[in-house]
């Protein structure tokens, strides 16, 4: 399959009549929000459903997630303005109004598992961490600690389904895809914007 590039999705090509046994393209809905801490990308479906959101400069979770979301049929990018108006309710969050990612209609893809540690992850309250422990717990797994951190780091939706919320048990800032910086910054926000 070929490469997505996120940065400077392709502009369609001529419409080919389709032949019989080929999978029509998937259409995605591809637009970019800058924000404090770097470029966004944010994909959703022309349901206006929240697909994916990655950092640009580290959007290879994000290409591998929408490569498998296609399920072998050629994701078609196509740049939308504020689609559904994902796009500003983002540059709200990061302006302050944390709450608003809570509302944002989100569908993933994923094993059933991976969607209980995604929905766990929706379900902290903005400003506030939870452990890996905590989390495996919640979704009724106690002893599944590694696996809710292999499922936290697969998150395709970056801030909004958010994984920068999980620490380690001992309190200590774990890694995260976007960079440990982002997530200080992430949490640092919305601490500040909960409590002004």
């Given at each position: 399959m070929p490469e997505i590039d996120l940065e400077h999705p392709p502009r369609p090509a001529p419409a080919l009549p389709p032949r019989r046994t080929a999978r029509p393209a998937l259409r995605l809905l591809i637009d970019y929000v800058e924000t404090p801490i770097g470029r966004l990308a944010l994909v959703a479906d022309d349901r206006g459903r929240l697909l994916g959101a990655g950092w640009t400069d580290r959007q290879v979770r994000l290409e591998r997630y929408l490569r498998a979301y296609s399920q072998g049929r050629a994701p078609e990018l196509v740049t939308a303005r504020n689609p559904s108006g994902i796009s500003s309710k983002i540059r709200d969050y990061f302006a302050?109004?944390?709450?608003?990612?809570?509302?944002?209609?989100?569908?993933?893809?994923?094993?059933?598992?991976?969607?209980?540690?995604?929905?766990?992850?929706?379900?902290?309250?903005?400003?506030?961490?939870?452990?890996?422990?905590?989390?495996?717990?919640?979704?009724?797994?106690?002893?599944?600690?590694?696996?809710?951190?292999?499922?936290?780091?697969?998150?395709?939706?970056?801030?909004?389904?958010?994984?920068?919320?999980?620490?380690?048990?001992?309190?200590?800032?774990?890694?995260?895809?976007?960079?440990?910086?982002?997530?200080?910054?992430?949490?640092?926000?919305?601490?500040?914007?909960?409590?002004?």
């Amino acid at each position: 399959m070929p490469e997505i590039d996120l940065e400077h999705p392709p502009r369609p090509a001529p419409a080919l009549p389709p032949r019989r046994t080929a999978r029509p393209a998937l259409r995605l809905l591809i637009d970019y929000v800058e924000t404090p801490i770097g470029r966004l990308a944010l994909v959703a479906d022309d349901r206006g459903r929240l697909l994916g959101a990655g950092w640009t400069d580290r959007q290879v979770r994000l290409e591998r997630y929408l490569r498998a979301y296609s399920q072998g049929r050629a994701p078609e990018l196509v740049t939308a303005r504020n689609p559904s108006g994902i796009s500003s309710k983002i540059r709200d969050y990061f302006a302050g109004d944390v709450g608003v990612i809570d509302r944002l209609p989100v569908h993933t893809e994923g094993t059933e598992f991976q969607r209980a540690v995604w929905q766990a992850l929706r379900e902290i309250p903005c400003g506030e961490t939870r452990s890996y422990a905590e989390i495996a717990r919640r979704i009724g797994r106690p002893s599944a600690v590694r696996a809710v951190g292999l499922a936290n780091g697969s998150n395709p939706v970056a801030v909004i389904v958010p994984c920068h919320r999980v620490i380690g048990s001992d309190g200590s800032l774990t890694g995260y895809g976007g960079g440990i910086e982002r997530k200080r910054w992430l949490l640092a926000h919305e601490r500040r914007s909960r409590d002004p």
